[in-house]
């Protein structure tokens, strides 16, 4: 994965880079995208770096040869170190640790390829007409088209560090001696005079004109040679050279060059000796010591001992790093009187561009250490809200105006001139000027709490915000210093479930904005529609350059045309710096020379629009870099690279493509003709995969949003072995025969199934007529069990009127006994004879006959079963089984068997007793269950 170390910049007035439109200080430069170890995977070292024709960069590496195309690495590993590469047509040559030979760029996979054994390393490959040229420390290599190989030793079995090609020669120092030439024949020639160079190692050679030429030495820095003779260069640029020792330089523009240093990063400058930018690691390069450098299209490479580093130097925004902490957070920007004021939570800072940006520096107002909120060129003075008070500020210096604390926003009012707005922590506070001074005079009463943003209405109210659910329109008296109405904004029918909201200036409107709406103020009808669905959500809206303003929309950063009422998207790099903005207190300066100024949570930026609205993305034609059609199920791969025709077994695509926007993340467009009807978005993601595609052509195709040009690759996936036209004949005669084979099948089917019909409707019958029986026996059953029921209730009424007859008969049997013994009036003779008829009309034993035969009718089996589970029972306790049976209770079998209530449960006891039964077993429940 690669990352963005994003250095904060602003621009000097002076010197620029070649057809770019900002200039640049020391203190800040161009985007650097900082690629280490654990994105391409491979050492930290880099050597070299060149690029194919193609697009795709390969890197000399100390594992081997790295390849990116601007979305994937890949690390293509050799025995040995590399130390130099080279890219001619679809070649890419390299040499190193006793290695020199080349991959094929359509071949990586298939490796490295050696051109011939060495014992030596290489350090510099290029080319010179037809040949390439592999450049050792003792020998220089020559390989022609066909591969044929030559060399020419150093002269007098010297060494040299690096050799140029310089028209059809080969230009190189014997190591601290002479300056040779030496042409493709292998004519050598000195070019200095006896003991000219003996003292410098000559790192570069360029020929400025016909008797004319540079070099670049690695501890003495620039000279100028000619006529046999080195001159050293007088200016500041080789000064700081020398300090910092060249090792690598590279031609970038008409005039610039860019200088690897062992032990300072990168040098930009020209040969007067300006120098536009010092690129080190205090601002992102991810190490000192350069090995490489490669220039195309205004994209800067650098290879260094730890890693990779890449510049946009026509980027249209440069950024200043606050490398240890010195800014923190930024809240403002400000240009007055020729230095620019940035405005942090760690106080005030001032610097002054200079031609030479390694004399810039920044200092800090004294005394203004705190929160700086706001910094406002008001006229000629410029004001700062501070966490303390407010302040003008003159020659670097503060001079409080008020105590106010907080002062987020200045108000200059057109409606009350000589009036100025402020909010604050509390309220909002009024200035006067007076005798050319500001001057405090009061906070505005009937408003509490923070206020936030002040926006002028043209009849002169304010509208005026707070940090949360707040918002108010004000009218002021005619002197300017007091409300005389306030109207709630937050009845608007729209703002209602606002929360947040954001006011802005615009015109003779002012923009409200919540993050689901956004409206004018007063009412326009013919903004607020298109507003709604562009503003809608937007977290900041900048003051306007020309009709552009940049606004903050889902943490995304944008330009707004308002001439045409649209937004132009901007590099995705420059989009996310809204993330970098501080929540709730955005701010976006404008800055001298059409500049924005960006303040974010660490350290600042400066975009400039002209060069923002003539910017073009780096991009090439994308790309299909890698195509693959496997089985989704075993994972097996096609084998060959011959789509016209792919196995129906393969049927799973896979394709990486890639704009070579090496600058910035490319989005892409892709579509499957064949499957897809329109282009279909995939954002970032440079891969598409679709399983299971159905027979049929296809036409993949794929372009860069930003480019439009489309690349595609068109594939057949052929139908499997069983659709093909031979299988399909053998399928029609199967079907034929089937049919044949059917329609007898048919008919034998059908006689078998009548037959089956037959059985069936007879097992039917038989079945309804089981049924019916087996209804007939469940009626039966059921009035068999009425019949019991009713029997038995018979039972238990017979025995309970027999017991009512025996109660009475015994009154009476008791009463004659008590006349008889009290002599009582009566013939004895008569009660005698009324004894004798009780006596022959009641007998016990005849009734539990009389009981025991209805019972016998009903229950015909229950006696036999009761004595055969239970043969110790006596005919008392049949009995009184007998009686439990129809239902009588425990109260009515004390009355038959003349007993107390607890005698009868202990008979009822003995009897489970008697028949053994377990404790939890109900003994009614067991009866009835017989």
Known sequence: MRFLVLIFILLSQTAALANHHIDQMGLMSPKITVFSKTDYQAENQN??????????????????????????????????????????????YVGGNEMMGYFLEKDLASGFHPLTRISTDIWKIYSLGERVIFQAFNRIYFVDAEGHIGFERIKDGSTTTYSYPIGQEIYYQKNHGELLSSNLDGLQQSLSADGALDNYQVTFIEKLGADKMLLATQDHGLFYFSNGQATPIDNQLNELLKKLRINKVLRIGAQQYAFGTMSGGVIIGDLKGHISQQINTQKGLPNNRVHGLMYRDDLLWICTDNGIALLDLDAPIYFYHDQNHQLGSVYDIA???????????????????????INTTIHKVEGSDGQVWNLSLIGEDLLCGHNTGTYTIKNHQMKKISDVAGGYQFLESKAHPGMLYQSTYHSVAVYKKIRQQWVFQKSLEHLSGVTRDLAELPDGRIVVTGFSKKANVITLNETGDAIVKMQDLMHQKALRKAHHLRVFSRGNHVLVSSKDTAISFPADPATDEADASLLSGISYFSPKIDHYRLISKNKNLSLFDEQDNSIIELPYYIQVLGQQFIHNYEQVSVLPNNQFGLSLSEGFAILDLRSLLSYRQKTKRTQITAVTFSDDRSGERLPRENYSAVPYKFNTFEVRFSAFNFSDAATYQYKLVGYHDKWQNN????????????????????????DGRISKIDFRIRPPFYWSKYAIGIYVILQLMLIFSGMRWYKVKLKKQKMEALKKERSRLNKLRTLNNERMLELEAKQLKVEIDDKTKELSKLLLESEKKKEVIESVKHEISNIREQNRFVQKKDIDRLDRIIDKNFDEKKDWLVFESAFSETHAYFFKKLKTKHPRLTDEDLRLCAYIKVNLTTKELASIFNITHRSMELKRYRLKKKMELPKEVDLKTYIFSI
């Open 47 to 92: 050597w070299d770096i060149d690029q194919s024709d193609q697009g795709t960069v390969y890197i000399a590496n100390t594992l081997g040869l790295l390849q990116y195309d601007g979305e994937d690495w890949q690390l293509y590993e050799t025995r040995n170190m590399l130390r130099s590469v080279h890219c001619k047509a679809d070649t890419i």
């Open 335 to 357: 240009y007055f009187e020729g230095y620019y004021y940035v405005g942090s939570n760690q106080g005030l800072f001032y610097f002054k561009p200079q031609q030479n940006p």
């Open 683 to 706: 954002g970032n993601a440079n891969e598409y995969k679709i399983q299971n595609l159905p027979v049929g052509t296809y036409s993949f195709k794929v372009r860069n949003t930003a």
